[in-house]
């Protein structure tokens, strides 16, 4: 099934810095959503964004939308040590069910 | 205070067991859906439930059975024919499936003995 993959895997940086993640997918979607998990927790939503939309801002989380490239960015602005989590792109497929990728790890550095 | 909670938080199963895992919401919401995760992996969907009394296969849902008597419940029982239930499981619902925004519980880890 239709899946999300997130790039890098993996993100380590410092307090201050900004981090960015992207997220492919492979069939049209009718949005893209952007989660946070924190270690052996549940997932909260951060942002939706809509496939007529091209980018999105939340406080300091802006989201972009490259339907012809079929891949999103979500970008966190001057990253704090809580933002250490794990951050999950979803897609629908069209079907409005949401399905995951692997996520990129982001861990924050005081 | 309005949310959705999942127990136990660690559940232990011996070969051969059928186990059930509780997932209660009180959000309203018609939607409700199981995830399972595994170290490192996405989450994968095992079963959904779009309204009381109807429910739909998932990607990964041999070896689980669902039901959805009541909106507010939707558990998840691991049957015997699942041969690696080792992982973390999630529920969530939202308003409906077409509102796509999904809450999620905290988890239950399931373990083998």
């Known amino acids: 099934s239709q899946q999300g993959e997130e790039d890098p895997q993996a993100l380590s940086i410092q307090e201050g810095e900004n981090a960015t993640m992207n997220c492919s997918y492979k069939?049209?979607?009718?949005?893209l959503q952007w989660y946070r998990q924190n270690s052996g927790r549940g997932l909260v939503h951060l942002i939706l964004i809509r496939s007529n939309e091209r980018e999105k801002h939340s406080g300091r989380l802006r989201v972009t939308l490259d339907t012809s490239k079929k891949s999103s960015s979500l970008l966190i602005t001057a990253s704090r040590a809580a933002d250490t989590a794990s951050y999950f792109c979803?897609?629908?497929?069209?079907?409005?069910?949401?399905?995951f990728g692997r996520g990129t790890s982001l861990i924050v550095h005081p | 205070d309005g949310g959705i909670t999942q127990s136990p938080k660690y559940l232990f199963r011996k070969e051969g067991q059928n186990v059930t895992l509780s997932c209660e919401q009180n959000?309203?919401?018609?939607?409700m859906y199981w995830y399972r995760q595994d170290p490192g992996q996405g989450l994968r969907l095992i079963y959904y439930s779009q309204i009381v009394n109807d429910f739909q296969k998932g990607d990964i849902a041999e070896g689980y059975s669902v039901s959805r008597e009541k909106k507010e419940s939707f558990p998840l029982t691991v049957t015997s024919a699942q041969k690696n239930p080792t992982a973390f499981y999630l529920c969530?619902?939202?308003?409906?499936?077409?509102?796509?925004?999904?809450?999620f519980g905290p988890g239950t880890r399931l373990l083998v003995l």
């Open positions: 969530a619902s939202s308003i409906s499936t077409s509102q796509e925004t999904q809450y």
């Open positions: 979803a897609t629908d497929g069209g079907s409005y069910i949401p399905t």
């Open positions: 959000l309203n919401h018609d939607a």
């Open positions: 069939t049209s979607i009718n949005n």
